[in-house]
DNA sequence: GCTTGTGAAGACCTTCACAGCA
DNA sequence: TGCTGTGAAGGTCTTCACAAGC
């Protein structure tokens, strides 16, 4: 059901969605290359580091452009450089938290996301006893008060951790409000709308594609 | 059904990985249809909920067998039953936690692994501070024992929620002790060996695979 | 009627292999 | 020599479409 095809803007697309899946490896195996004073790779080099081969590197790379030297390789910081722009990781995002009970507290606890440009900026919960607390430096606002908020803020995307049983209510009004990324820790399948990326977090989800390997006795990888 | 080479005891394999990745959603799906009280469902309707072609589902499923009758769709329970036996999620599973800081606290205290059989019964961590202290009910053991602890109490599945710069030693250990199922929360790309499964829980990856559709205007699904 | 199971077809992604260039 | 970028080939996964059967 993709839509191949141009682009209202002149961006390509048409790029396939696991070219985009990897290019954030790409860019974090880069970056670590950078910080170690590496100044030129191979996609020899970066394949071995990475699990894939060179060629799907080189290959992946050509959807965007020709970053590398005959002979030479890759040097890093531009090629570091290209990658994140094309992902739209040159800049910072706005994001909002829905549901601030433990999992919730845990996320914005966690230090991982401002490093790379995720700034959470509000928060919301349905729970009046909540509404109007602070919480991880946030001031946590009534559900009544999202879109205008997403609005104000300019927040491009949305963090679901709420309980299961709302999450799909959640991203809904999330989608309403014009929320075109949406990370969700519920377990459920969500339901999306045409242009909406939604990523799932889901340890359990995780752990149960890895049982049948552990007792079918496979020897695959 | 085609059999791309025997394995060890008689279950089939060279069944692709994505219908692996596939199968925990079709049983969740129909756990929460039989917790329902819905007794038969086809794979147009379980497609729907999946947002998944119903010839998908067919094919799927008959890597496995035919569990299906035709002008009926099929027996959710039936379905249900098998599929988790097929996956190894009719039993429970022996899980050792590494680190026990605050991510590994976070884990310890989510109530959604044991429902689903998945056990957390054993913590370790290198901190000679953290050794011997309980924590979620777990007394907390040195890496030292790590191997003896692995055998004794028959864990086959390893979490792993230490600092990334340490996340590829400790998964190296916990291959030499026999883990063939690894879930990593480490921001790293993991260098596994043959025949070892590991996931990885990167919230912040799973952001920088979005952000490319945000600014680039896409229209794509 | 409706729905499965499945070969065949098609779409998609990966890998090969080599021309081109430093 | 070494390595990229890329058409072509190859392989894998998805979808089609229909015979079979309830």
Redesign the pocket.
Same mark, same amino acid.
């Given at each position: 059901m993709?839509i191949r095809g141009s682009t209202p803007m002149g961006m390509p697309s048409g790029v396939?969605?696991?070219?985009i899946m990897r290019l954030p490896q790409y860019i974090r195996i880069l970056s670590e290359m950078l910080a170690g004073g590496v100044e030129m790779v191979?996609?020899?080099q970066l394949g071995e580091m990475l699990q894939v081969?060179?060629? +799907?590197i /080189?290959?992946d790379?050509?959807y965007f452009g020709?970053?590398?030297? +005959?002979? /030479?390789?890759?040097n890093v910081k531009g090629l570091l450089a290209e990658l994140k722009e094309i992902m739209g990781l040159d800049r910072s995002w706005n994001v909002g938290l829905v549901g601030v009970g433990r999992l919730g507290r845990a996320i914005l606890s966690y230090p991982g996301f401002a490093p790379e440009g995720f700034h959470i900026i509000a928060a919301f919960d349905a729970d009046p006893n909540l509404v109007g607390r602070v919480i991880g430096n946030l001031n946590v606002q009534s559900m009544n008060e999202l879109d205008t908020v997403v609005k104000e803020l300019d927040i491009s995307i949305g963090i679901v951790a709420v309980p299961s049983r709302h999450a799909q209510g959640v991203i809904d009004r999330l989608m309403d409000c014009g929320i075109k990324a949406i990370l969700s820790y519920a377990p459920i399948a969500p339901q999306g709308q045409a242009g909406v990326k939604i990523r799932n977090i889901d340890p359990v989800l995780s752990l149960q594609t890895m049982t049948f390997y552990l007792s079918s006795g496979s020897a695959e990888d």
């Open positions: 993709v396939p969605e696991v070219v191979s996609s020899q081969t060179p060629a +799907q /080189r290959k790379l050509s020709r970053f590398g030297k +005959q002979g /030479r390789g890759y």
